[in-house]
């Protein structure tokens, strides 16, 4: 079940991160209160997650940049046990379903060691646009990926018959 996340998610989704991502890639509790509670951000950042038997096991968030028409994913996670089934792809097309026609392209950063994370994007048709160098805390590349709304749509329906 895929559903909005609220600022009752925030313990959750720490956790989440903790079990998912490097101690200094992980949003703190603070980071996360502030991107659900949507202070901050009302209607330029979405939380969705991914719940099973009442329990958080995957999560996307992404920032809409109206004027660019852009959508920025800002974390993706799924935990191990719940890998492999298409769950991160659910999410992705959730996420899409989300977003205003209006919008014509989707970035989003990967560390260059994250092979199953870059497979996922690849798979998706993101193509790989620029690196940035010693970007993550420990010295590791970004690598910059996008691809435009619509051939993410396609991609995602083409993986997904009968999803879109
Ligand atoms: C990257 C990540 C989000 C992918 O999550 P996922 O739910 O396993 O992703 P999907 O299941 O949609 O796709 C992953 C694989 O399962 C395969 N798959 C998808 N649906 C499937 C299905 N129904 N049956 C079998 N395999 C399936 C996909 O083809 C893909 O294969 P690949 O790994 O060989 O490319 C997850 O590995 C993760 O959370 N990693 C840690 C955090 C992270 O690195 N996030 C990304 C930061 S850039």
Do not use: C
Request: proline residues 2%; without cysteine.
């Amino acid at each position: 079940m895929i559903v909005d996340g609220t600022v009752a998610d925030a313990a959750a989704l720490v956790a989440l991160d903790e079990r998912n991502f490097k101690r200094a890639d992980r949003f703190d509790r603070g980071l996360w209160r502030t991107i659900l509670s949507g202070r901050v951000a009302r209607n330029k950042l979405l939380t969705l997650v991914a719940r099973h038997q009442g329990a958080v096991v995957g999560a996307i968030v992404a920032e809409f940049s109206a004027a660019a028409g852009r959508l920025v994913v800002w974390s993706i996670a799924v935990d191990e046990a719940h890998r492999g089934a298409g769950l991160a792809r659910r999410l992705m097309a959730d996420l899409v379903r989300r977003t205003p026609p209006a919008y014509t392209l989707v970035g989003l950063d990967a560390r260059r060691d994250n092979a199953r994370g870059r497979r996922f994007y690849t798979r998706l048709g993101f193509r790989q646009v620029t690196e940035i160098p010693g970007w993550y805390a420990d010295g590791t590349d970004a690598i910059h990926y996008e691809t435009s709304l619509d051939d993410l749509r396609r991609a995602i329906a083409q993986s997904t018959p009968g999803e879109t």
